[in-house]
């Protein structure tokens, strides 16, 4: 299994090496945007959970690789640390090509930082979130709603279950203090939870409930701005009221 890994990792890089290199001998680099990110991290049997498990309030599962590249606008050897979410890259990457964001599509737009604006920093907080059992299908029994700032990250489930990290004191989150942590930090991650689901008009229920934004092919036909275009159809590209 590992070296069934190791080899499609080698042969990953070697397409996008060549990639670059067509890029630049074609004179193409300083005006592409190239993004090369992971979908998601593994587990490892950290937090005693299966090995191969992902979708969990871990770094393990959500910290990913993600390098970008626009020698027109991001300076070389350069590091951000804006807390981004998967859902983040594309909008971010219209925000870099000065085209607008589909209404169709959810994230924020970040980015100057990315670009090294002292302004934009991002924000203090991302949201996390699992809503099914499986990935490809709606099955009530792992949900559960967090949220990762650049020192804590908390999580409720829809039992009532909550954990809390302190990524600074215990960085591997092998100890939940949810239960001994002072009330007004508690209070404070959750309020910033409470933000950003309502930013996206979501709740923390059984994942069935969702079924209704997703059509018989399990093609997303709403979000939070509301109904989208048909699946088959243009996409909607006004961009939404902020």
Known sequence: MYRHYLAMILAIDEMLGRLLDYLEANHLLDDTIVLFASDHGTQGGSQGVNPWSKKNPYDASVHIPAIISYPRSISAGSRSGALTSMVDFFPTVCGLAGVPIPRSVEGTDHSGAFTGDPANVGPDSVFLMNFSKYFDWFQDGAEWR?????????????????????????????????????????????????????????????CSEWACWLDAQRRVIRNASGELSHPETAPDWSLPER
């Not at 804590?152 to 949810?178: F, K, S």
């Not at 002072?182 to 996206?200: D, F, G, N, V």
């Open 146 to 206: 967090g949220i990762r700032t650049r020192t804590y990250m908390y999580c409720v489930r829809l039992d009532g279950t909550e954990e809390l990290y302190d990524l600074t004191a215990d960085p591997l989150q092998m100890t939940n203090i949810a239960a001994s942590c002072e009330a007004p930090l508690l209070a404070e991650l959750k309020q910033k939870l409470s933000a950003h689901q309502r930013q996206r008009r979501d709740e923390l229920v059984a």
